[in-house]
């Protein structure tokens, strides 16, 4: 069973930046026709895509955020991480990893979001 | 960016039926997923591309798309189906998006 989980400070002072890791177990992170993403939900609040990565390393990232944002892949030990600078308050929020399955058709991309980790609360604040 | 707009709440009693709607101008042009959150919980897939129903999802859930709206439809609601609800899309360069949410509340 493949299972995610999210490890990384809980508190980041603003203006700094806020650094997580993904580690996979119980599966392949160099699967074909899967995407390793963040997605994040401030307290209370809705769920917003982060961004994605292949392992080869391709990006996919949230226009919003793109400026502050690194998603990397270590293949070697089955892990992805996530780099976002400059946070504020406003970047307080649970952040979970996943992964995404994908697929081309006729019909255009279809991907969804099947394993989650249980996600970790980072808050920012000083 | 594009929106998929959700009702912020819906009510329904045991054994009814709840319907969450999901609108977005994209949406006829790409296939929409739905995840039940329940609290302190990570969110699971209840429907994919649409219309496709997990294994291990109750056959009570069942997904349907017209035009710019999808719905996800929980026939004879039980008192386990009361969580937040998200609908999602992609499009062809990968960015995804989420909708706003729907608190399902069990009377």
């Known amino acids: 069973q493949l299972q995610l989980q999210e490890s990384g400070p809980g508190l980041v002072k603003p203006s700094e930046t806020l650094s997580l890791t993904c580690t996979v177990s119980?599966?392949?992170?160099?699967?074909?026709?899967?995407?390793w993403g963040w997605i994040r939900q401030p307290p209370g609040k809705g769920l917003e895509w982060i961004g994605n990565i292949y392992y080869t390393g391709g990006t996919y990232y949230n226009p919003s955020l793109k400026s502050r944002l690194t998603i990397s892949v270590h293949t070697s030990k089955i892990q992805f991480s996530l780099r976002l600078s400059s946070v504020t308050a406003a970047d307080t929020a649970v952040y979970f990893c996943a992964r995404s399955y994908f697929e081309y058709s006729n019909s255009g991309l279809s991907t969804w979001f099947d394993y989650w980790g249980q996600g970790t609360l980072v808050t920012v604040s000083s | 960016s594009y929106e998929l707009t959700q009702p912020p709440s819906v009510s329904v009693s045991p054994g009814q039926t709840a319907r969450i709607t999901c609108s977005g101008d994209?949406?006829?042009?790409?296939?929409a997923y739905w995840y039940q959150q329940k609290p302190g919980q990570a969110p699971v897939v209840v429907i994919y591309k649409d219309t496709g129903r997990p294994s291990g999802i109750p056959e009570r859930f069942s997904g349907s798309s017209s035009g710019t709206t999808v719905t996800l439809t929980i026939s004879g609601v039980q008192a386990e189906d009361e969580a937040d609800y998200y609908c999602?899309?992609?499009?062809?360069?990968?960015?995804?998006?989420f909708g706003t949410g729907t608190k399902v509340t069990v009377l």
């Open positions: 119980g599966g392949s992170i160099s699967s074909n026709n899967y995407y």
């Open positions: 994209a949406l006829p042009k790409q296939y």
């Open positions: 999602q899309s992609a499009d062809s360069s990968g960015t995804y998006v």
